[in-house]
């Protein structure tokens, strides 16, 4: 098969098109021919050298793709040639095929073509496992969420109006403000001309905050929680490291969660598959929450797609596309 390389860490370009060797899936694993997958952050990580994907994982990168069951382990009982699915990766996704655990596995929702379900499992495992396992996010409570144009920031913006709570979003431009009105947001806050932290004070602060910065967001973000708030970050794209003010902490009776995803044990990813099935699923299939994608680019042509992530122009996702599919 054909996947992308990382031929050296570096810029956008070390990406190649290559031939590599077909993967061997094992008992308990899924082989899947790829029909697309989608851009995150860690993509453009680990092509730095800077985030590897998890022991056992494909070398290639792509956390999520979407596509068809080509045949399936001796152990698996829930899957079957033809099914079309997406699903959840620690690498690999960035191939023409790959070999995926059944647990991680979801089956394409009946409101989406099989291109735009690539776009759904990080964002909608993230988005759940954080926001509501972790954060427990209540209807009537307000969700802050940073990047709200962004992949997991529109699944978001979407899910908790969907589930009763009302939001509020961090974007950089107006016009990535109105997208993200449009899905559902409440309260629009452009970072680039207004204080976050002033507007949630003002709205009696967050119950929930999710937040992609990390260190440079950190005091305000403690500052723009409501009493018995919480705080999940799921990001450092601010920085690694801040100064923490644990009396303000305290005073809020508030909670800080950090997590990734990626490199969790199986049994944990999937049982947030699992949960995003039973709890998500039903709103996808249902049309109440859709995928939203920027762009679709040929797999061929990923250092242009992660050119224009690093640049921050895209709302939503944006999408490789396996040859076959370009073809089509």
């Known amino acids: 098969m054909h996947a992308i390389v990382i031929t050296e860490p570096g810029a956008p370009e070390v990406l190649q098109w290559l031939e590599v ?189 999710l937040d992609i910065m990390g260190g440079s967001y950190l005091h305000r973000n403690i500052e723009a929680l409501a009493v018995n708030g919480r705080l999940s970050v799921i990001g450092s794209q601010g920085g690694r490291r801040a100064e923490l003010d644990l009396l303000t902490l305290m005073g809020k009776r508030a909670s800080i969660f950090a997590t990734t995803l990626r490199a969790r044990p199986a049994a944990e990813k999937n049982a947030i598959v699992q949960a995003v099935r039973d709890n998500v699923w039903p709103l996808i299939d249902s049309g109440q929450v859709k995928p939203v994608i920027d762009t679709e680019l040929p797999m061929p042509d990923a250092a242009q797609a992660h050119q224009r992530l690093a640049e921050s122009g895209h709302t939503g996702k944006i999408l490789l596309l396996a040859p076959h599919k370009v073809e089509a």
């Open 21 to 209: 060797p077909d993967p061997e899936p094992g008992p308990d694993d899924v082989l899947v021919q790829v029909a697309a997958s989608a851009l995150n952050r860690a993509d453009l990580m680990q092509r730095q050298g800077l985030y590897p994907p998890p022991p056992g994982a494909p070398p290639y990168p792509g956390m999520e793709c979407s596509g068809t069951v080509i045949s399936t382990g001796a152990d698996v009982t829930q899957w079957h040639p033809g099914d079309e699915v997406c699903a959840l990766l620690g690498g690999g996704g960035y191939a023409e095929q790959v070999a995926v655990p059944q647990g991680q596995l979801l089956p394409k929702p009946v409101s989406t073509t099989l291109i735009q379900a690539a776009a759904l499992p990080e964002a909608a495992c993230t988005v759940w496992s954080n926001v509501f396992q972790l954060a427990k996010l209540k209807p009537g409570e307000l969700l802050l969420v940073h990047g709200g144009s962004s992949g997991i920031g529109t699944m978001a913006i979407q899910l908790a109006k969907a589930t009763g709570a009302r939001v509020a979003c961090t974007a950089g431009s107006d016009d990535k403000l109105a997208r993200c009105v449009a899905l559902g947001a409440d309260i629009a806050i452009n970072y680039k001309s207004q204080d976050f932290a002033k507007v949630m004070r003002q709205e009696g602060g967050a119950d929930v905050i």
